[in-house]
């Protein structure tokens, strides 16, 4: 199992920008496929993006794509999500995941989760 610890949520203004951080502990090689999801109160999780690790590949939901970037640092075992001007529709709880499978967007394919960090966007 893989061990994930999102940072950086909070508060920020629409059309601001916010970094997300999610550090990767345990059978980090088990993880092909870090993720990133967001869940607002009764809506269901969906996909944010992705980044394939041992490619750098990443790949995005139409909503954020343009705005939001995934990277990682392999040194490190983090990946971060960048968002950049940020709408109201994005606040929301932001969920690293971590998978086997490359390429996925379903929630099924990733076997470890973060705890989540809050981001909330204001007018």
């Known amino acids: 199992q893989v061990q994930l610890v999102e940072s950086g949520g909070g508060l920020v203004q629409a059309g601001g920008s916010l970094r997300l951080s999610c550090v990767a502990s345990g059978r980090t090689f088990n993880r092909n496929t870090m993720a990133w999801f967001r869940q607002t109160p009764g809506k269901e999780r969906e996909f944010v993006g992705a980044?394939?690790?041992?490619?750098?590949?990443?790949y995005y939901a139409m909503s954020v794509k343009g705005r939001f970037t995934i990277s990682r640092d392999n040194a490190k075992n983090t990946v971060y999500l960048q968002m950049n001007s940020l709408k109201l529709e994005d606040t929301a709880v932001y969920y690293c995941?971590?998978?086997?499978?490359?390429?996925?967007?379903?929630?099924?394919?990733?076997?470890?989760w973060g705890q989540g960090t809050q981001v909330t966007v204001s007018s």
């Open positions: 980044i394939v690790w041992s490619s750098g590949t990443a």
């Open positions: 995941a971590a998978g086997r499978t490359p390429g996925s967007t379903a929630q099924p394919s990733f076997d470890s």
